[in-house]
């Protein structure tokens, strides 16, 4: 059961709870003269946003969003970072805002958005870098095409908080290159999945660990034999059924490639790009399912790591809208009882559920 419990630790948990928090300050100046400033500071923007959208054509990204995104990149640099009472004037802010790399960060807002087009010119411009500088990166034991994975979950995002999903580029404010920023991101991520790799403690070690047992088992011990437990115990295999049944019901309604999918990624531990070279075979059953998929974009040849992460974002939803709707609906459960189910969905998979391929 494990590879379903890591199907719905992304599926469910990472799409439906606020996993994630983003414990930054806000560095807004609500000051009369700085607004004052900033109107005539950012006065040169639609004409950038006119620039870049002759750079990417075929980019949807509208002019509001990439303003926003602007205008945060002022509040966090010449207002976050100013000496206390000091005030950034017109002529700094539009300073700043034409020493922005605007083009890069029209892409990546596209790309942080979901847009499809924006993807595929981002895997066209900076793919070879990625696999470049992951293969310089990686340590022995280690293979490039783990950091390059790692790096492209982050990039997409696989976390949603408040409804938002959390994509990395959303970190990027245009204040250096995307190459640049790229760097430190797969730097990051090599540096990670090492240190990983160093803290994993094999099994056969717990037990010659003698008296010593994993965090937490002594408690549970304990716990078990408590009323309280019992009452819990109890409640938890109501609802446990209950998850089950929405579960099963919720992949049913899967159709063939996302079940395949789902099987590759979280079942049989395929990376990203593992199954991106599986679409491409001319042999795989996804492959006529891709090319009628991406026929309207011209791009019926290469699959890339974002592509299968869209794919697999695509079925999260879907699984979890009718997980939902299951509960809700034929169940009769309210909020926080949904909660206690995804609460065991993510931690608890349980026996009878199945894939039904």
Not at 10 to 25: F, G, I, M
Not at 110 to 121: V, Y
Not at 279 to 286: G, H, Q
Not at 291 to 319: A, H, I, P
Request: aromatic residues 10%; glycine residues 6%; neutral net charge.
């Amino acid at each position: 059961m494990g590879g379903f419990n890591k199907l719905f630790d992304k599926a469910l948990c990472h799409y439906n709870k606020p996993t994630l928090t983003d414990n930054r300050r806000l560095f807004v100046n609500a000051s009369s003269e700085y607004l004052v400033n900033l109107r005539t500071g950012v006065a040169d923007l639609e004409a950038i946003y006119a620039r870049c959208a002759e750079v990417y054509p075929g980019i949807d990204l509208s002019c509001e969003d990439f303003k926003a995104a602007i205008i945060g990149a002022v509040n966090k640099y010449l207002v976050g970072f100013a000496n206390e009472g000091e005030i950034p004037t017109a002529p700094q802010i539009r300073k700043f805002i034409n020493e922005l790399q605007a083009s890069d960060l029209y892409l990546t807002l596209a790309c942080a958005s979901g847009n499809e087009q924006a993807w595929w010119e981002f895997d066209r411009q900076y793919r070879p870098f990625i696999e470049r500088l992951a293969n310089q990166l990686v340590a022995r034991g280690m293979d490039a095409n783990e950091v390059i994975d790692s790096v492209y979950v982050e990039l997409y995002g696989t976390k949603l908080v408040d409804g938002i999903r959390q994509s990395k580029f959303t970190t990027y404010t245009g204040r250096g290159t995307l190459r640049g920023w790229l760097r430190t991101v797969i730097s990051h991520a090599a540096v990670d999945l090492y240190r990983a790799r160093q803290d994993e403690v094999p099994l056969e070690e717990w037990s010659r660990s003698g008296d010593e047992v994993p965090e937490g088992q002594g408690w549970l011990t304990t716990a078990r034999g408590s009323e309280t437990s019992m009452l819990a115990s109890v409640a938890r295999e109501r609802y446990r059924s209950v998850t089950c049944a929405a579960l099963d019901e919720s992949l049913a309604t899967l159709d063939a490639h996302e079940k395949l999918l789902l099987l590759y990624y979280h079942v049989e531990g395929l990376k990203l790009r593992e199954i991106a070279r599986i679409v491409e075979a001319p042999s795989s059953s996804l492959r006529r399912w891709f090319q009628r998929r991406s026929k309207r974009s011209g791009n019926t040849t290469r699959v890339y790591e974002s592509t299968v992460m869209r794919w697999l974002d695509n079925v999260y939803k879907k699984v979890s809208n009718r997980f939902h709707s299951e509960l809700q609906n034929k169940h009769g459960l309210n909020s926080a009882e949904i909660d206690i189910c995804l609460e065991i969905a993510t931690e608890d998979f349980g026996q009878g559920v199945s894939l039904n391929l």
